[in-house]
């Protein structure tokens, strides 16, 4: 694929982030949300690809926009044809509450190669680059802080592993605790969670536990991209009937519902582009800064599997210029 596509992803996500962080502290984040889908959507329209929205907000009936199976871009004769996975704002509770790690994400590959996932629960596991291949999600938890110390050449007691603030984690995390590390509990937004066991300054060092498949398909895609390990295992009957969710499964392609999908699975190749933009502040990028004369600062991260470059882009934007998204 074309790589000056990737500068034009961060405008995507730009979008979103500027739409929903106006948003931040407000106590809405159905608005937030909202806000940050009609961003992006309209900046897609931009871009000259024939795109097809494989992860998005939901069915149709249920998003009015990116939700699955959505025709998206310029649609011009030649358009690179693509599956999109969107995450327009992961993180709606944080947005709500003006909490951190709230970001805008989009992920592109050709068409066919990002896995159609349900909307059900995954467990997961994630590390950065050092630790790839070094740890099983089959494996027991005592393992993998074994195998993952090892890789990091780091005592256990001090790896920190990142997870969901939900009951269903009780018994992890306690098995953690028991193995000597530490846990980082987070209350939403676990694509962001799961980029950030790439990044050595933002103190994750593993991502565990139960989340969206959805949310599952892009972490893959940004963790591939990113040279880090990423696995998964889907959940039926945690979200609806597990007869109910096996029957997606299969429709969907997926006919052994308990095999682990390594990264291949969920995001196939290397032509594979992974944007991200800061909403709120977090362990990797700075959220929305707005300052005088309705101008507004962003952070993004843009990187592609096939050369493993990561580019962080730091944008000034003059809102008045931008009527989308001026006050």
Do not use: W
Not at 39 to 54: A, K, L
Not at 80 to 91: F, S, T
Not at 116 to 132: E, F, N, S, T
């Amino acid at each position: 694929m074309d790589r000056d596509l990737a500068l034009n992803l961060v405008r995507v996500t730009e979008a979103a982030a500027l739409g929903s962080a106006r948003h931040v502290g407000r106590g809405d984040k159905i608005a937030a949300d909202q806000a940050a889908v009609d961003g992006m959507r309209r900046m897609f329209d931009t871009i000259d690809i024939e795109g097809t929205v494989v992860i998005g907000e939901g069915e149709m009936d249920e998003a009015p926009m990116l939700y699955i199976g959505e025709e998206i871009g310029k649609r011009g004769e030649g358009s690179m044809k693509v599956d999109i996975a969107v995450d327009p704002l992961d993180g709606t509770t944080a947005v709500a509450k003006g909490l951190p790690n709230a970001i805008a994400v989009v992920a592109i590959a050709p068409e066919g190669c990002l896995l159609h996932a349900p909307d059900m629960y995954m467990d997961k596991i994630a590390v950065g680059p050092k630790a790839a291949g070094k740890v099983d999600i089959a494996a027991p938890v005592e393992e993998n802080l074994k195998s993952l110390s090892k890789a990091l050449n780091k005592d256990i007691s001090d790896i920190t592993v990142t997870m969901l603030d939900r009951p269903r984690h009780e018994e992890l995390i306690k098995r953690i605790r028991k193995a000597g590390a530490r846990i980082k509990l987070f209350g939403d937004g676990d694509v962001a969670a799961a980029i950030a066991a790439c990044f050595e300054h933002s103190g994750v060092d593993m991502l565990m536990g139960i989340g969206g498949a959805p949310e599952g398909v892009i972490a893959a895609a940004a963790l591939k991209c990113l040279g880090g390990h990423f696995q998964g295992r889907l959940m039926p009957g945690i979200y609806n009937s597990a007869d109910e969710e096996m029957k997606r499964c299969k429709k969907m392609g997926i006919k052994d519902i308990n095999q682990v999908l390594n990264m291949e699975d969920l995001a196939k190749g290397n032509e594979i582009f992974f944007a991200a933009t800061g909403i709120t502040d977090g362990d990797f990028l700075k959220g929305v800064v707005y300052y005088e004369n309705n101008t507004a600062k962003t952070y993004s991260m843009v990187t592609r599997a096939e050369t493993g470059t990561i580019r962080f882009v730091e944008a000034i934007h003059k809102l008045d210029k931008k009527p989308a998204y001026a006050k």
